[in-house]
């Protein structure tokens, strides 16, 4: 079992910037490619982006290439997913996600899920 809990969501303005940290415990979390995910309301999860578990391969979708940056702190079972230029439509839960298998990760059929954290951007 791995136990994963986010945190650091909140209101910003848009074109400011947020890192939601995520913290694994339980199996050996550097075995564990790491994602991040979000909810719209109303709307299916969708994939934002993900870290291998040796933190050098990672993989963004479209919308957020080049705002959003995802790092890991293997030692300390962390894994950041740092926001800049935020957009009001980037409002959503943002969900971390763990799996052994890069190719689940990316296709959002992770192992495990944190209880994710509100991010809230405003105009």
């Known amino acids: 079992q791995v136990q994963l809990e986010e945190s650091g969501g909140g209101l910003v303005q848009a074109g400011g910037s947020l890192r939601l940290s995520c913290v694994g415990s339980g199996r050996t979390f550097s075995d564990y490619n790491m994602g991040w995910f979000r909810q719209f309301p109303g709307k299916e999860r969708e994939f934002v982006g993900a870290?291998?578990?040796?933190?050098?391969?990672?993989y963004y979708e479209v919308s957020v290439n080049g705002r959003f940056f995802i790092s890991r702190d293997t030692a300390n079972n962390m894994v950041y997913l740092q926001m800049n230029s935020l957009k009001p439509e980037d409002t959503a839960v943002y969900y971390c996600a763990a799996d052994l298998h890069w190719g689940r990760i990316v296709a959002g059929q992770n192992e495990y899920w944190g209880q994710g954290t509100q991010v809230s951007v405003s105009s």
């Open positions: 870290v291998d578990w040796s933190g050098t391969k990672s």
